[in-house]
Nanobody, 112 residues
Framework: QVQLAESGGGLVQPGGSLRLSCVAS????????MGWYRQAPGKERELVAG???????NYADSVKGRFTITRDYAKNTLYLQMISLEPEDTAVYYC??????WGQGTQVTVSS
């Protein structure tokens, strides 16, 4: 099975911004539903944002208005633009498609 590679995490102050990236193979990227998930310490993994192959996006209530998921078909890359970050957004973020396995994730830490 295919494992996707996330990048773009880091340490940011409250109110800051980050953009996460995830590169996939063309076959996966063209047809799969793709999502960004996160897992905070002591909590279950949750869906943050997802997007269909047709471009329809859905978001967790906690990130609506702050996070934007997009997919660039020319680059086979999925993005998660995050603004107005809060300490509660601190987690390991994962990119996953319908047919991929879980990757290593990328750490996002929001702290002053």
């Amino acid at each position: 099975q295919v494992q996707l590679a996330e990048s773009g995490g880091g340490l940011v102050q409250p109110g800051g911004s980050l953009r996460l990236s995830c590169v996939a193979s063309r076959s996966i990227f063209r047809f799969d539903y793709m999502g960004w998930y996160r897992q905070a310490p002591g909590k279950e993994r949750e869906l943050v944002a997802g997007i269909t192959s047709g471009g329809t996006a859905n978001y967790a209530d906690s990130v609506k208005g702050r996070f934007t998921i997009t997919r660039d078909y020319a680059k086979n890359t999925l993005y998660l633009q995050m603004i107005s970050l809060e300490p509660e957004d601190t987690a390991v973020y994962y990119c996953k498609s319908t047919s991929s396995t879980w990757g290593q994730g990328t750490q996002v830490t929001v702290s002053s």
